[in-house]
T-cell receptor
Framework: SQQGEEDPQALSIQEGENATMNCSYKTSINNLQWYRQNSGRGLVHLILIRSNEREKHSGRLRVTLDTSKKSSSLLITASRAADTASYFCATDAPYGNNRLAFGKGNQVVVIP | EAQVTQNPRYLITVTGKKLTVTCSQNMNHEYMSWYRQDPGLGLRQIYYSMNVEVTDKGDVPEGYKVSRKEKRNFPLILESPSPNQTSLYFC???????????FGSGTRLTVV
């Protein structure tokens, strides 16, 4: 079953603006990951944040994690047309081991 | 280049005709997994494997088989495909210690 749920489901922004998307989950996790998928292609890992971390940066990406609210956010700063993609969060709960539960994804369209 | 290779990229077949989708990784990853992606349903796990000769069902295993005879290969077998198996399929792998997945480029299967 899917645990991660992204919100909003679809986002359309102008190039140069920031894009923020959220993910909520139901059970305690060890880590949460974000992936990007360009249309019909394989998912690409962006960033992993552990349950004892509150914020993590990677280039123009900023991820926050609030374990008390069971939620995470992904911020893409100064968006580019190439950022147009679907973004998925994934958690290691409720399965454990290496299994991941993926959310349904956020469609982001960056207008040049 | 480290990668997960799936073949074929596109496949159209008829109901009941057995088919195999191959997946191979060159990263010596222990963990491999198959997902299907359908509109509105996100990614759902079909089968996964923690290592050679160790496979287990995911969330939607009905109608599928897998095998893991070698560490690098994890084929997905549809013994008698049906139209409800029309979907976009992804193979993914990870090292047991790494937690993040590397995805293949996907196989778009149409069963008529």
């Amino acid at each position: 079953s899917q645990q991660g749920e992204e919100d909003p489901q679809a986002l359309s922004i102008q190039e140069g603006e920031n894009a923020t998307m959220n993910c909520s989950y139901k059970t305690s996790i060890n880590n949460l990951q974000w992936y990007r998928q360009n249309s019909g292609r394989g998912l690409v890992h962006l960033i992993l944040i552990r349950s004892n971390e509150r914020e993590k940066h990677s280039g123009r990406l900023r991820v926050t994690l609030d374990t008390s609210k069971k939620s995470s956010s992904l911020l893409i700063t100064a968006s580019r047309a190439a950022d147009t993609a679907s973004y998925f969060c994934a958690t290691d709960a409720p399965y454990g081991n290496n299994r991941l539960a993926f959310g349904k994804g956020n469609q982001v369209v960056v207008i040049p | 280049e480290a990668q997960v290779t799936q073949n074929p990229r596109y496949l159209i077949t008829v109901t009941g005709k057995k088919l195999t989708v191959t997946c191979s990784q060159n990263m010596n990853h222990e963990y491999m997994s198959w997902y299907r992606q359908d509109p509105g349903l996100g990614l759902r796990q079909i089968y996964y494997s923690m290592n050679v000769e160790v496979t287990d069902k995911g969330d939607v295993p009905e109608g599928y088989k897998v095998s893991r005879k070698e560490k690098r290969n994890f084929p997905l077998i549809l013994e008698s495909p049906s139209p409800n198996q029309t979907s976009l399929y992804f193979c993914a792998s990870s090292a047991l210690t790494a937690k993040s997945y590397t995805f293949g480029s996907g196989t778009r299967l149409t069963v008529v």
